[in-house]
T-cell receptor, first 112, second 109 residues
Framework: DAGITQSPRHKVTETGTPVTLRCHQTENHRYMYWYRQDPGHGLRLIHYSYGVKDTDKGEVSDGYSVSRSKTEDFLLTLESATSSQTSVYFC???????????FGPGTRLLVL | QKEVEQDPGPLSVPEGAIVSLNCTYSNSAFQYFMWYRQYSRKGPELLMYTYSSGNKEDGRFTAQVDKSSKYISLFIRDSQPSDSATYLCASYNNNDMRFGAGTRLTVKP
C-alpha cells in the first residue's frame, strides 16, 4: 500500500453534517490524489495536490474541498454530506511519475 | 460517452485458462496505459504500466496497447484462483487519469 494510511476506514454520518477524511503518507511524495469509487463508474478523481497548499480540481470536485498543510497529509472535506456522496474513497500517491499511482486501503462512507 | 470503456463481466474461467481483458478509450491524447488489480474490499494495486503502443510482459501477465484502434488488453496465462479479482484499466495524460469501471474475474479451481 506504498506507505499510505487512510482514516477513518469506515464512517456512517447523516445528511448535512461535515465530514473530513484523512490521507497520510510516510515517504514525502509530492503528488497526492483523492478518488471515489462507485459501481458502474469505476474510480473518479475528486481533487489532487502537487505540493503543500497546491491543489487542483478533478473530474467530480463539486461538494468537496481539500487541504494540504503538510507534505504527508491530504485532507478531503465534505462540507455538508449528501446521500450521493455515499461511496468508497481512495487516496493515492505518485511515486515517480504521475501516471504511476499507488492507492491506500480506502474509506467506506455511508451518508444516511 | 465515458473516456475509458470496460466490459464489467463478470468473467469466470477454469484454472489454467488464458484470460483476455479489454478496454477501449476515446481520447487520442492518452499516452500512458495501466492495469490495476483490486481484491474485494481492498485498494487497487498497480499491475502493469505501458507507454504508448506495444506489448509489455511480466511473468504470466502481458499488457498490449493498440493506439490506432484505441484498444487496451491484458492477458493472463495459466490463470490461478489467486488471480480472482476486479481488473481496472486506466489511461493517463497531462494530469488526467481515467479509469474503466473494472472487470470482475473469477478463476475456478
Amino acid at each position: 500500500d506504498a506507505g499510505i494510511t487512510q482514516s477513518p476506514r469506515h464512517k456512517v454520518t447523516e445528511t448535512g453534517t461535515p465530514v473530513t477524511l484523512r490521507c497520510h503518507q510516510t515517504e514525502n511524495h509530492r503528488y497526492m490524489y483523492w478518488y471515489r469509487q462507485d459501481p458502474g463508474h469505476g474510480l473518479r478523481l475528486i481533487h489532487y495536490s502537487y505540493g503543500v497548499k497546491d491543489t487542483d480540481k478533478g473530474e467530480v470536485s463539486d461538494g468537496y474541498s481539500v487541504s494540504r498543510s503538510k507534505t504527508e497529509d491530504f485532507l478531503l472535506t465534505l462540507e455538508s454530506a449528501t446521500s450521493s456522496q455515499t461511496s468508497v474513497y481512495f487516496c493515492a500517491i505518485s511515486v515517480m511519475e504521475q501516471e504511476t499511482q499507488y492507492f491506500g486501503p480506502g474509506t467506506r462512507l455511508l451518508v444516511l | 460517452q465515458k473516456e475509458v470503456e470496460q466490459d464489467p463481466g463478470p468473467l469466470s474461467v477454469p484454472e489454467g485458462a488464458i484470460v483476455s481483458l479489454n478496454c477501449t478509450y476515446s481520447n487520442s491524447a492518452f499516452q500512458y496505459f495501466m492495469w490495476y488489480r483490486q481484491y474485494s474490499r481492498k485498494g487497487p494495486e498497480l499491475l502493469m504500466y505501458t507507454y504508448s503502443s506495444g506489448n509489455k510482459e511480466d511473468g504470466r501477465f502481458t499488457a498490449q496497447v493498440d493506439k490506432s484502434s484505441k484498444y487496451i488488453s491484458l492477458f493472463i496465462r495459466d490463470s490461478q484462483p489467486s488471480d480472482s479479482a476486479t481488473y481496472l484499466c486506466a489511461s493517463y495524460n497531462n494530469n488526467d487519469m481515467r479509469f474503466g469501471a473494472g472487470t470482475r474475474l473469477t478463476v475456478k479451481p
